[in-house]
């Protein structure tokens, strides 16, 4: 017995090294009131008849489920885990988690979900009240940021903030994943179907504004590459070449009928994006910010939310134009069974397409009842599994944006009611899939889409 406690001493204090270490960047024995902290936090006990490392372990398989396609399951495992720590903190239902977790901010993305938040607050689908946001200085003279700033409170947190993510801290910090509803627990693509479903936002009607003077400044950096004080322009977005994900990239190239569309009718197009991207060719009545490095980082958000219409691909940005009303063509589409979200008026999705091995197109069906349909695995995974993803094509973004305009500007679309009923029906046979709208032209081309 003595033998097995030294072992757990030894153990335990080997631990608090790699926590000093972690902490620090020094490789170095910490003090005793260091570690007795430690020890006070319960970091070593058991909670919940499971400590705080398998927890964490359990909520990180979740993500494998995921991508494996088992969104349900792993919906279901982190509603439980979150709710034990709730019950055993004996919190009431209308408690909500003061503190944003350090997931809320970084990522364009993540910060656009910060507002879908503030809105289901004003929608009563979550406790309302004041929340705290931890970031780094630096972070707080983002655009986004202070977008923000009047619903939330922020506190300076030089490094380090990843205590957050600690399972002990579950109960004080909100996960992005689950977020703590009035009785239960809310997947958060779940919720932001619900927010935009309850509401139509429009540019009418809008969740965010922008302050006057930040437009005024944006209009006239953006006069000093071309645009008159009173053209119209569509932003665009092209996630191309980022390693993260091959999955969710594609070329460049088969957006440029698009765009000569959209300047063939008076308009111009501006392009966002990050160091890295590949440039646009020269064209005439398009800017291209990726090339701006000075005007790009300040002039993104003026682009989200002044555009007469977003075109975006999967990946962050294309979260915001929908906080301002501002109607968003989704391309190159995947995992649509939770990623197609309902957004503002007039915003629809197009789907990357997989191909079977026996040369056919998956159905909307088989999409959704395989890793396609809710997960993202690797390109390389998908072809083990006998699929084969394909970018959309030139000729289906051209008529995605012919699309868009002729809903903008209010003109019926053909067989809309009928092809959106049929999506619905099949839908509808699971437990819960997302509810945007899918483009009437793909649905149009792809009639075998609907076979069960």
Known sequence: MKIFQNSKLFIQNLFVLFVAFFLTGKLQRPSSEFTHTLKRAELFSRNLGSNFFELSREWSNCFQLLNEGNYVKARDIRRAILEDIYSANELGEEYFPPILSNQFFGPIGHHAFTGIHIAA??????????????????????????????????VNFKGGSDWT??????????????????????ECYELVDEVFRLKKFSRNNPVFK????????????????GLGSSDWFVGLHVRDGSPTSALRNQK????????????????????????????FPKMDKVIDLVAQEDAALDL????????????????????????????????????IGRCALTFSEH???IPKTAIKRDGTKTSLMELLESPLGFGELSLRDFEKRGFQILENSSVEILNGVLEMFDRVEGRPLSR??????????????????????????????NEGWFLK
């Open 347 to 349: 915003s629809f999705t």
């Open 416 to 445: 809309e009611k009928e092809l959106n009923n049929k999506v619905a029906d099949i839908r509808n046979t699971f437990d819960w899939t997302s509810k945007g709208n899918l483009a009437n032209s793909f649905l149009i081309e």
């Open 252 to 279: 460049i190239d088969n957006y440029l009928p698009a765009i000569k569309e959209i300047t063939r009718r008076g308009g111009w197009v501006i392009r966002i994006g990050g160091k890295g991207l590949p440039l």
């Open 121 to 154: 607050q004003d929608l009563d689908l979550i406790p309302s009240g004041r929340r705290i946001g931890i970031l780094s200085p630096d972070l707080r003279e983002n655009n986004f940021v202070s977008l923000l700033g009047s619903r939330l409170s922020y």
């Open 210 to 225: 922008c302050d006057n003077g930040y437009i005024q400044k944006s209009r006239n950096q953006l006069q000093s590459l």
């Open 165 to 186: 993510e600690l399972p002990s801290n579950w109960h004080l910090s909100e996960r992005m994943q689950m977020i703590r509803g009035h009785d239960s627990f809310i």
């Open 300 to 335: 993104h958000l003026f682009v989200l939310s002044q555009c007469k219409f977003f075109i975006g691909t999967h990946s962050g940005p294309q979260w915001f134009p929908p906080l301002f009303g501002v109607p968003t063509l989704f391309t190159n589409h995947i995992a």
